[in-house]
């Protein structure tokens, strides 16, 4: 079936680095992908999608491009800062695998930025 | 708009006992969708309505999960019999469907985060 695989966490860096999280899909179709974040106390928040491939979805500094050879959706920020610690969820709705739009979760990777 | 709402946010149970969840959506989405998320791991899918009509359950809810949406509007989640293995975070999330389908947003509620004794 569907699934999602991203880098385990947790993930540390210093305030102002480079920041990439790696995440690979397996899908029977052709799949909408998305980047959620989860700050501390709060609900899931979508960051970003790409619905096609090729397609970069950005937000907030964020970025991350739909990748149909490698089956990849890699998240990247050029600086990251101490309120991007969070964590960061990849997913994949397929609509091709059943009738409803359900999304299916990676098991989520905890970033912390050091000031 | 206020987003999605879930109440309550905590209820500690005994194992064995009845639990009931709420969800309200965003007004005027069509779709709602119940995931349960436990620690250290992604949400995962468990039942989802279009309008009042329950369309899909997953492998993991079992017969003692029941989930309704009356009149389309706000849902509720049952859990009978509790067992410690049910303690986790409830997410409720509501999207507009259209036609198109494909890459429609979800938006999820804060959760309501049951620990069972």
Redesign the interface.
Known sequence: GDSVTQMEGPVTLSEEAFLTINCTYTATGYPSLFWYVQYPGEGLQLLLKATKADDKGSNKGFEATYRKETTSFHLEKGSVQVSDSAVYFCALSDPGYSSASKIIFGSGTRLSIRP | DTG?SQNPRHKITKRGQNVTFRCDPISEHN?L?W?RQTL??????LT?FQNEAQ??KSRLLSDRFSAERPKGSFSTLEIQRTEQGDSAMY?C?S?E?TTQ???????????TRLLVL
């Open positions: 999605v779709r969708y995931y250290g791991q992604g949400p995962e899918f989802y369309l899909e997410l999330a999207s469907f389908g494909a890459g429609e947003t979800q938006y999820f509620g804060p959760g």
